[in-house]
């Protein structure tokens, strides 16, 4: 049902909250009765500069009222500015665009898969509990059985190692190991950093034994933990990164950057909306604002305060605060994370969930102090109205 009440036509894939959203601005949106809310989801760490950001409905309105589309049979300025742009960020490598982070993984499966299949190197080694999209080879190397069971049999040629094992991966990557394609946080998979010392034995064993590293930053990147990549952080550098989410400041976009001895040539691979002059110059909206108004260091100032402030939640079931700048989850001893969301939207705050315990809290970039605060605040009540909930119905 719609919040009017109206039977929705849309087909039941999403199990949505309780509200209709329909305006925003910066941190805030208003729902379809005019109630405000903070909005510490981010549309899934998607608004790196919040909501209607003026750079960016500007650059998005004038590209709009410009050239809206031509396919990528012709080139395009923005197009070409965002590739360098990318680029240059990553300090490496040439670059794809696509659509989304399911898009964008793809074509980093393909790339792995083109460069291994001569000489016999077709498996991709990922996490268990790592999520990389729901198209059929996205949803393959996924290491989530749940989300799989329902499309089996799934394309082959993935095995998935627990994550933060390093002799796991030792194990796993041999002479068939095409690429490793690893979250540095996973983050539908609980929210989990993998830890520095780990992505660097993934980087040694790859270079040792002639496999490609791929990161999948589509929910890290663009800032979201504090540099523009998170493996700039973390001090690992990859040979294939892909983005979405972040960048396109709540439009579809996503992208591949590869390093160019292993990148498509001509007629590899194609995307008819890819790389749209309109996603592109919003992309390039958010990259400017982030630069310009250092939400960087932002990222890092805000995050802290954030797992510092959660991390003196006592008494309400909580079990761990993580994560890295503002991709921060927090678990609980029993799985009720969807219940803390609904206790916060009670309180006029947004979150997410990342698997039934860990509730996951990504805010745009440019929260600020004061709204952490309420934040943090209003989280212990919401929690422990959430477990006494859960415990009753499990005691009726």
């Given amino acids: 049902m719609t919040a009017a009440g109206v039977a929705s036509r849309l087909m ?23 109630r405000a809310y903070l909005d510490f989801a981010g549309g899934i760490a998607a608004m790196p500069l ?92 996924t290491g989530q059985p749940a989300k799989q069971a329902p499309f089996e049999p799934l394309v082959p040629g993935f095995t998935h190692v627990p994550s933060n094992d390093p002799d796991a991966l030792d194990a796993a990557v041999g002479r068939q190991t095409a690429a490793v394609l690893l979250e540095p946080v996973l983050g539908e998979g609980g ?61 579809p976009i996503g992208a591949v950057v590869a390093r160019e001895e292993v990148a498509f040539g001509p007629g590899e691979h194609a ?39 959660l991390r003196a939640t006592n008494g309400v079931g909580v079990v761990d605060v993580r994560g890295l700048g503002l991709l921060v989850g927090v678990a609980f001893e029993r799985p009720v994370a969807g219940d803390v969301v609904r206790a916060l939207i009670r309180r006029g705050f947004l979150a997410t969930e990342s698997g039934a315990d860990v509730v996951r809290v990504t805010p745009p970039l440019s929260v600020g102090p004061e709204e952490v605060d309420a934040f943090v605040t209003a989280f212990p009540a919401a929690a422990e109205e959430a477990v006494m909930e859960s415990a009753g119905r499990a005691a009726g």
């Fill in 191 to 251: 929210v989990v950093p993998l830890s520095p010392e780990y992505l660097a034995t993934a980087r040694d064993l790859c270079t040792e034994r002639g496999a490609l590293l791929m990161f999948d930053e589509v929910q890290t990147g663009v800032g979201r933990c504090g540099d523009w990549f998170a493996f700039q952080r973390l001090g690992v550098e990859p040979d294939v990164v892909t983005l979405a989410k972040g960048l396109g400041g709540g439009l």
């Fill in 50 to 141: 919040g909501h209607s950001h003026p750079a960016w409905v500007r650059a998005v309105t004038e590209q709009a009222g410009r050239l809206v589309h031509v396919s990528n049979l012709f080139g395009t300025e923005p197009q070409e500015a965002l590739a360098a742009r990318l680029s240059d960020l990553a300090g490496f490598g040439s670059v794809f665009l696509a659509n989304s982070g399911a898009e964008a993984n793809e074509g980093a499966l393909k790339i792995a898969r083109k460069r291994g299949r001569a000489t016999g190197r077709t498996r991709i080694v990922t996490a268990e509990g790592s999520f990389h999209g729901r198209t059929f080879a996205t949803l393959a190397a």
């Fill in 12 to 34: 039941p894939t999403y199990r949505r909250y309780p509200l209709t959203l329909v305006r925003g601005e910066g941190t805030r949106v208003w729902d379809a009765d005019g």
């Fill in 271 to 309: 995307s008819t909306f890819g790389g749209g002059p309109v996603p592109c110059a919003g992309a390039l909206a958010v990259l400017d604002a982030i630069r310009d108004e250092d939400l960087l260091a932002n990222c890092l100032e805000r995050g802290a305060q954030m797992v510092d402030g």
